[in-house]
T-cell receptor, first 112, second 115 residues
Framework: NAGVTQTPKFRVLKTGQSMTLLCAQD?????MYWYRQDPGMGLRLIHY???????AKGEVPDGYNVSRLKKQNFLLGLESAAPSQTSVYFC???????????FGPGTRLLVL | KQEVTQIPAALSVPEGENLVLNCSFT??????LQWFRQDPGKGLTSLLL?????REQTSGRLNASLDKSSGRSTLYIAASQPGDSATYLC??????????????FGRGTQLTVWP
């Protein structure tokens, strides 16, 4: 039981490049979330999903897209990376909206 | 919009001290509140989850209290150890929209416990 895993762990992009961050959970959780963490800002919600095939915008969704084609995977895409997207990205999952969220180890992204 | 504030932003204490970390939130209509621990370069680990109907939760040397009416929670750490050094984050889930499970996070308290 690996819990929540994220790939890659670290990535450097040039402005304008695209990439996809993968989040996978093996706990059969319905709800999944993508957050970004920036110094002095705390964690902010980017997008979330309340079940397979559903996605919704969070607090800071601009510049990102997501997909949840399979229950266990939640993908975060950056179509045209910008330096403002330099951050640490965390994925989380939970069986229902009222219980603890389980976090992945994070992906550090640097956009030059 | 829910605002979550944590005080102090940083704390440095000698081993053995009892500590209190503070969290305040602006919207008292919460569903529950969580305390997380984050080690440098790592993800978040849930420490305690307090439902809105509860006053406190305990786990080992940790005790979290909740005063929903005043919009405050405290995390008490007894007999602190160097291994407790980490950033502690407070997060609340609002009753409104609780089916979405969205958490609102504070910026955290960075704790250093020195031997």
């Amino acid at each position: 039981n690996a819990g929540v895993t994220q790939t890659p762990k670290f990535r450097v992009l040039k402005t304008g490049q695209s990439m996809t961050l993968l989040c996978a959970q093996d706990m059969n959780h319905e709800y999944m979330y993508w957050y970004r963490q920036d110094p002095g800002m705390g964690l902010r919600l980017i997008h979330y999903s309340v079940g397979e095939g559903t996605t919704a915008k969070g607090e800071v969704p601009d510049g990102y897209n997501v997909s949840r084609l399979k229950k266990q995977n939640f993908l975060l895409g950056l179509e045209s990376a910008a330096p403002s997207q330099t951050s640490v990205y965390f994925c989380a999952s939970t069986p229902n909206a009222q219980e603890t969220q389980y976090f992945g180890p994070g992906t550090r992204l640097l956009v030059l | 919009k829910q605002e979550v504030t944590q005080i102090p932003a940083a704390l440095s204490v000698p081993e053995g001290e009892n500590l209190v970390l503070n969290c305040s939130f602006t919207d008292s209509a919460i569903y529950n509140l969580q305390w997380f621990r984050q080690d440098p370069g790592k993800g978040l680990t849930s420490l305690l989850l307090i439902q809105s109907s509860q006053r406190e939760q305990t786990s080992g040397r940790l005790n979290a209290s909740l005063d929903k009416s005043s919009g405050r929670s405290t995390l008490y750490i007894a007999a602190s150890q160097p291994g407790d050094s980490a950033t502690y984050l407070c997060a609340v889930r609002l009753r409104r929209g609780s089916t979405l499970g969205r958490l609102y996070f504070g910026r955290g308290t960075q704790l250093t416990v020195w031997p």
